[in-house]
């Protein structure tokens, strides 16, 4: 196991992911995040009636993969679908959406879904999205032990919120979520904030975490995958997004957040890890978008799976190896 894993007792030991997608990085790639070469990993028209899967979430499950999925239909409608998967790359997808049980107290009711998250935290799997609130976009919570009844809790935050990502443990008694506050449209501003919770149902306490800086993040910025703890810190890969003559440009980086108040960074990527380089990145519904909203880590080899969405139009897979990256970030202080 790689020591900025394993060097800290009080951190529990990531779970080893024998089976987790790999592919070495290319001999003519310098790059501390490299894409897989057979890009995209999920089309879309994988299902019969989808017009496009994108910004998705998996999780290891058993000895096996499970997963969240973000599929618009050919009317447009967005909505969530489960899927499974023997390696993580090729997945079976229910072309039936998930149909949401209520929690008994939960007066919440599922008008879309996008943008997914998946996290285990201590006996079952949460899955957070971007749910409609009267039509105005906010943070929707459920809860799955299979991946096949999914059961509803209320939003957690009034409208307008986006990218609500959940850290997979309570930390010091409560339970953390990022966010990014922002508008109904297609907001053209936007900050991290966190907040905490002692039953996921009532959100206080309330910390911004990160601004936007110059540079190809220069617009806005929201977590991506679930954060990964490490000795060093909690690892965050996030997009971010600039302005260009041409429309948004969405790329993703990494910034390091404190164990104990991961309100505040110790580091973070001044360049983009990955930016829309690929034909398939480039072109589809929106150009220019690489946005992730998975990663899997096998603590035993330190290889780093990332999942994400090309182009709001399907679903692509990158690695790294963890160390590499938070080296490439103890160059980078956050001072």
């Not at 050919?74 to 993580?88: I, V």
């Not at 609130?133 to 999914?150: C, K, L, M, N, S």
């Amino acid at each position: 196991m790689p020591a900025s894993l394993r060097t800290n007792p009080s951190i529990p030991s990531i779970a080893s992911i024998a089976n987790l997608p790999w592919q070495d990085r290319p001999a003519d790639c310098h790059d501390v995040v490299w894409r897989y070469q057979a890009n995209p990993i999920i089309a879309r028209n994988a299902l019969p009636e989808s017009n496009s899967i994108f910004n998705s979430a998996v999780v290891p499950f058993g000895d096996r993969f499970a997963g969240v999925f973000r599929v618009d239909d050919r009317s447009r409608a967005m909505r969530l679908h489960a899927g499974f998967s023997d390696n993580a790359i090729d997945w079976q997808i229910n072309p039936t959406p998930i149909t949401f049980q209520k929690t008994s107290s939960a007066l919440a009711i599922f008008e879309y879904g996008y943008d997914p998250r998946v996290c285990w935290i201590e006996d079952r799997y949460y899955v957070t999205w971007c749910n409609g609130y009267v039509d105005q976009p906010t943070i929707g919570i459920a809860w799955t032990h299979d991946f096949e009844t999914f059961h509803q809790m209320e939003n957690a935050f009034l409208p307008h919120n986006r990218n609500g990502v959940l850290f997979p443990r309570k930390i010091n008694g409560r339970y953390v979520m990022l966010s990014r506050p922002s508008d109904n449209g297609h907001t053209a501003f936007g900050q991290i904030f966190l907040s905490q919770s002692h039953d996921l149902e009532y959100w206080g306490h309330h910390r911004h975490v990160m601004s936007p800086v110059a540079g190809w993040e220069s617009l806005k910025i929201g977590a991506g995958p679930v954060p990964i703890e490490t000795d060093q810190g909690w690892l965050l890969i996030y997009h971010g997004v600039r302005q260009s003559c041409n429309g948004y440009v969405y790329a993703f980086g990494a910034a390091l957040l404190d164990l104990e108040q991961p309100w505040k960074v110790i580091a973070r990527t001044r360049s983009y890890l990955l930016a829309p380089w690929r034909d398939y990145e480039c072109v589809g519904d929106v150009a220019n978008v690489v946005f992730p909203c998975a990663a899997m880590l096998d603590g035993e080899t330190g290889r780093l799976a990332i999942y994400y969405g090309v182009a709001d139009t399907a679903t692509a897979l990158a690695f790294a190896q963890i160390n590499e990256l938070l080296d490439l970030m103890k160059d980078n202080p956050n001072d």
